[in-house]
């Protein structure tokens, strides 16, 4: 029996694979939490809420319907741990990492569904790769949860043990789930400047990606860092910098966010939520009390994510930076694209348009069901702003998690789903490849 369920995986396409594991990953989740012994029955949790959850928790969007803190015990919010840890690293590379440290050898369908899910261009070494996401993400959240839990233990005794550890995983795989409870919320533990520090970074080493990361723990060099990371460390410094000085600027004198801050607070804000509208969704004030200038560039962040191989979603940081070199190529009259001096293959440029303009239209998709299905009292911009969210994978909320009715729960779920299994594998899945010999008489479009 065993056997033939082997065989008949052997010959699904790999994209399906990738998808049904995570689909049925994170079924088994909304399973877990139902479990008597994962709530404390402070609220009923029926199966459409569970199941929110769960896909929330692995597609690492944070966002709930729920208080971890009062509604979930212990055994539940670990159950949330382990969800957002394995969404964060993805089905297959848990996968293999078993296969690995139990002495299996990994076949080449195995290595070719690792390449997939991260959207890789070729399979060879894989193994390594999965070595080193591994052994990156337990020394970053070993490093991380232990400063937190040291400094946090003189705040919360023992129990600060225990925030320090989940809030490094959740900072890590930007997920942005906090066990503070509604009733202290997060922006209390982040107002101290040691904390927000160090969540900031571990977000910040999370969203660029693991193969940025390796280049940076190996070499330490910009002169030897390969010509992805170069890019993607530029995108994050470009992308970081414009958040702090937009949110600096717009949000600078409104008093229900930055504006009864003094200069340092403000700063310090400004940076943390700048790196968290992209990738974690970590808020240090209420985000419904944001400009309405502020949230469309939120929205905007939201939608670029992170970078590639990293738990973020979003069309990702390389995406928009190719996207924006080849229009101010397009405007200059040039025809190629050449970054550090080595030019961009033209099939890299025709990858990243589709992919934004893929995202757009499911992005659209998106928002468009949610306003034929919610309630007639929610307000457009909020509307947009939580299905931008959701598909982004960031998981910031204007506060109508708890308020959606269960067709919009569908459609947010089916959002976050694909955001976590990324629109390229959505791509790859369900795409017909024909190579036809047959060449067509060309022609013009007027376009413009």
Not at 189 to 211: K, N, P, R
Not at 219 to 243: D, P, T, V
Not at 418 to 423: D, E, L
Request: aromatic residues 12%.
């Amino acid at each position: 029996m065993l056997k033939l369920i082997i065989q008949v995986l052997n010959r699904l396409h790999r994209g399906v694979l990738i998808c049904g594991g995570f689909a049925l990953f994170m079924f088994l989740g909304a399973l877990l939490l139902m479990l008597p012994w994962a709530h404390t029955g402070t609220r009923e949790v029926s199966f459409v809420d569970a199941l929110f959850m769960s896909v929330s928790t692995v597609s690492v969007t944070g966002m709930s319907m729920f208080d971890l803190k009062n509604d979930f015990t212990v055994f539940g919010q670990m159950i949330i741990l382990i969800l957002m840890q394995v969404g964060g690293l993805g089905i297959m590379t848990m996968m293999a990492m078993v296969s690995i440290y139990t002495g299996r050898k990994i076949r080449l369908q195995e290595r070719l569904l690792i390449r997939d899910s991260f959207n890789l261009q070729t399979p060879s070494g894989m193994v390594m790769l999965v070595r080193k996401i591994i052994l990156i993400t337990l020394g970053v959240e070993l490093t991380s949860g232990t400063l937190l839990a040291i400094y946090l233990y003189f705040k919360y005794g023992i129990y600060g043990i225990y925030l320090g550890y989940w809030h490094a995983v959740s900072a890590f795989m930007n997920c942005g789930m906090d066990v503070m409870g509604n009733d202290v919320g997060f922006a209390s533990m982040a107002e101290d400047t040691f904390v927000s520090t160090v969540i900031v970074i571990t977000m910040f080493l999370g969203g660029i990606g693991f193969i940025a990361l390796d280049d940076l723990f190996r070499y330490h060099r910009w002169s030897k860092f390969s010509f992805n990371s170069k890019f993607i460390f530029i995108m994050e410094g470009i992308l970081i910098s414009a958040g702090v000085i937009i949110y600096i600027l717009f949000e600078g004198d409104n008093p229900e966010t930055l504006g009864n801050m003094n200069l340092w607070e403000k700063w310090q804000s400004a940076l943390f939520m700048s790196v968290s509208s992209r990738l974690a969704g970590f808020a240090v004030f209420d985000v419904h009390s944001m400009m309405n200038a502020t949230l469309l560039v939120v929205m905007m962040f939201m939608f670029i994510g992170a970078a590639p191989v990293s738990s973020g979603g979003g069309i990702r940081t390389t995406t928009i930076g190719l996207l924006m070199l080849s229009l101010y190529a397009w405007i200059r009259g040039k025809r190629e694209v050449v970054i550090f001096h080595k030019q961009v293959d033209p099939k890299c440029l025709v990858k990243a348009s589709n992919v934004f303009t893929l995202a757009i239209v499911l992005t659209f998709l998106t928002a468009f069901f949610i306003f034929l299905l919610a309630p007639s009292h929610f307000d457009f911009e909020d509307t947009l702003f939580e299905a931008v969210s959701a598909f982004s994978t960031v998981g910031f909320s204007m506060g109508l998690t708890g308020e959606w009715n269960t067709p919009c729960k569908i459609v947010l779920m089916i959002a976050m789903y694909i955001g976590r299994i990324g629109v390229m594998t959505l791509a790859i899945t369900f795409a017909t490849h024909h190579k036809g010999s047959i060449k067509y008489p060309e022609e013009n479009i007027i376009i413009g």
